[in-house]
Structure formats: structure tokens, C-alpha cells
């Protein structure tokens, strides 16, 4: 049965690194005959998280603040796997990624007990170092909290400049992480 992926891209850069293990991931996924849709945050405006519970109220457009989360909620809603992309930005994710990622929390505030949909989940990231801890430890934590299920991790290190990830191995294994979804 095919499966329903969006891709939240955190990168700023729409052709770097990141963003070549986003398109093998989604190339394997789309080939078996699952559905990707992929967003780059770093050019859609997306305000940060007021805190102010005040969403949930319209499931449309859950949130109070009007701004491109609004194209983000229904294929979110609708996805059953999300993909965190992101370069490695001081230890973490980056905060493109961030940003859209807690404004996610009006679509719990649609539930009376602030329940997240489940959703099977993968990390991708990119980074210059290898130093991924921090970021496995966030995610791993964060897959626990929403009760979701990781399907895998993607983390390329040894790759800053644009075009460092050419010929890496990484970009075979998101391909078939990508594949193997069905």
C-alpha cells in the first residue's frame, strides 16, 4: 500500500547537500508508488510559535497565525510518514526546521488532549562535522514523546560546500530507506 511522505527541508540552500539526500530519499519512495511532497522551509514565511494555545479551533488552518503553515497542515495531516531534513547546525537541527516543526503542535491543539497524529517518521541531515548526538538524542526523544516510530537516519557528515555529498554513500542508503517505504 502506498504511503503518503513530507519532507520538512531545513536547509537554506535548495540545491546543497541536504537537499541531494532529500531528492534520493524521495526518488527510492516515489519509484515503489508512494506519494512525496517536499517543503523548503528556508523560503516560506513562517513565523515562530506565540505559545498562546489559541489554536486547534479551525482543523482547516489550525493555527492563529496566518502565514505559509497553512500550505504545510494538510499534507502534514494527511502524510503518513514525516521527514526532518536539516543541516547540522550547532549540534542540532536547524531553525527552519524548528520553527515549522513547533508550529506543528495546532494540529495537536485539535485534539481535546493535545494528542500529535501518529505518524512514522525519518531524520536526514547533512552536516560538516559528524558530531550528529545532540541530534539523534532530540529526535529520538521527540519520536518517544509523540508516540511515533522512526523508520530511519540518514546523517552524512564530511560535507559543507555544495556538491561535497556527490558520490557518498549516504546518498545510496537514503535511496533505499526511501525505496524500502511501502
Not at 537537499?19 to 530519499?25: D, G, I, K, N, R
Not at 516560506?44 to 504545510?72: A, L, R, T
Amino acid at each position: 500500500m502506498s504511503k503518503k511522505i513530507i519532507i520538512l527541508n531545513g536547509s537554506p540552500r535548495k540545491t546543497g547537500n541536504t537537499a541531494a539526500l532529500t531528492s534520493e530519499f524521495a526518488k527510492g519512495a516515489r519509484e515503489v508508488g508512494n506519494t512525496v511532497t517536499e517543503f523548503f522551509l528556508g523560503s516560506m514565511n513562517i513565523h515562530g510559535c506565540k505559545g498562546c494555545f489559541g489554536g486547534g479551533k479551525n482543523p482547516d488552518s489550525p493555527c492563529v497565525q496566518k502565514d505559509d503553515m497553512d500550505k504545510i497542515y494538510p499534507v502534514y495531516k494527511e502524510a503518513d510518514i514525516v521527514v526532518l531534513a536539516s543541516p547540522l547546525y550547532y549540534w542540532t537541527i536547524s531553525g527552519q526546521l524548528k520553527t515549522a516543526f513547533d508550529r506543528l503542535f495546532a494540529v495537536a491543539e485539535c485534539d481535546p488532549n493535545y494528542r500529535n497524529p501518529r505518524k512514522e517518521s525519518v531524520l536526514i541531515m547533512a552536516a560538516e562535522g559528524h558530531g550528529f548526538e545532540e541530534s539523534e538524542y532530540w529526535y529520538d526523544r521527540l519520536e518517544k514523546h509523540l508516540g511515533w516510530k522512526s523508520l530511519g537516519k540518514i546523517l552524512c557528515g564530511g560535507v559543507m560546500a555544495v556538491g561535497d555529498i556527490k558520490d557518498k554513500q549516504e546518498l545510496k542508503d537514503a535511496y533505499e530507506l526511501g525505496k524500502a517505504i511501502g
